[in-house]
């Protein structure tokens, strides 16, 4: 292989970022489920719908996904997961190790990026750097989210969203629910009540979540736990069996309503 790198101009490099950034931009205008937030339920929700065909992204308002992942417990980068949850890591060709009573132990950073390779290589696409600050409302139906990039945001700027049309909404924020929270708080009559979530109760907590993923209101659906947050059930931890079994309840909840 030669040594030297191509000549490059700074305005093809240019070119090149506007072309391919406009072509993704124009083809995910219109989707079939858009998954708010990229933590470990968003992103295994992706993956398991990808892999079956269905158009989906993922908007993370930061600049990485993998949400409360990164840090495991307090910094000590490892979180547990109890069986059968495990077996949804190893579809992320995650490594486990057994720690008995059927609880596993993983290295949390191996897991944020194996959760976004996963879901990245089953078709799902990944876009940092955007919030979603409201949802498109018609016909007591969400049909859709509305985007802004999160450095305007942060920025307090008075700059206008954009808008992406989905056949499913994913409230996949964990303990802010903010999409079901921006729902309630902005339509009243619709009488949502979001209670927030509870103290720390593990058990209780991941219990909880299965029972709490659902389509909270036409067109929305919550998971992970934000689940939990939009029904008062109790936080858990560092324990994210029930974050990986939810994200593919919900995958499983919308592939079936598609099929209608
Ligand atoms: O919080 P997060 O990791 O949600 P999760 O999938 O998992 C929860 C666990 O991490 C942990 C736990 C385990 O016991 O309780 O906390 O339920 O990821 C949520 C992601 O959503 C992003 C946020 O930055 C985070 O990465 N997010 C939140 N609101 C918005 C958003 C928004 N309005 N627009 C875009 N992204």
């Not at 950034?21 to 933590?39: H, P, Q, T």
């Not at 495990?86 to 950073?109: M, Q, R, T």
């Not at 299965?210 to 324990?239: D, K, Q, S, W």
Request: some cysteine; hydrophobic content about 45%.
């Amino acid at each position: 292989m030669e040594n030297k790198l191509k000549k490059v101009e700074e305005r093809e490099i240019t070119i090149a970022i506007l072309n391919s950034s406009f072509k993704m931009w124009m083809d995910i205008l219109d989707v079939d489920v858009v998954i708010v937030g990229g933590g470990p339920s968003g992103l295994t929700a992706s993956k398991y719908l990808a892999e079956k065909g269905v158009k989906v992204i993922v908007l993370e308002r930061h600049l990485s996904f993998g949400g409360g992942i990164w840090g495991g417990g307090m910094g000590f980068p490892y979180i547990t997961v109890q069986e059968p949850a495990h077996e949804i890591l190893k579809d992320f060709n995650v490594k486990l190790e057994n720690v008995g009573k059927g609880l596993y132990v993983a290295n949390s950073v191996e897991v944020a990026a194996k959760l976004g390779c996963g879901a990245i290589d089953a078709g799902a696409r990944i876009l940092t750097g955007i919030v979603v600050e409201d949802v498109i409302l018609k016909e007591n139906r969400v049909c859709g989210v509305v985007i802004n990039s999160y450095s305007i945001e942060k920025a307090g700027l008075h700059i206008d969203p954009l808008t992406i049309d989905a056949k499913y909404v994913v409230d996949a924020t964990g303990h802010e629910a903010s999409v079901s929270n921006i729902l309630a708080m902005k339509n009243k009559e619709l009488k949502l009540e979001i209670p927030g979530e509870r103290s720390l109760w593990a058990e209780k907590g991941e219990n909880s979540l299965l029972r709490n993923t659902r389509e909270i209101f036409p067109g929305l659906y919550v998971c992970g736990m934000a689940a939990n947050a939009t029904h008062g059930g109790y936080r858990m931890g560092a324990v994210f069996g029930g974050m990986f079994l939810s994200g593919k309840k919900v995958a499983n909840l919308i592939l079936e309503d598609l099929k209608e």
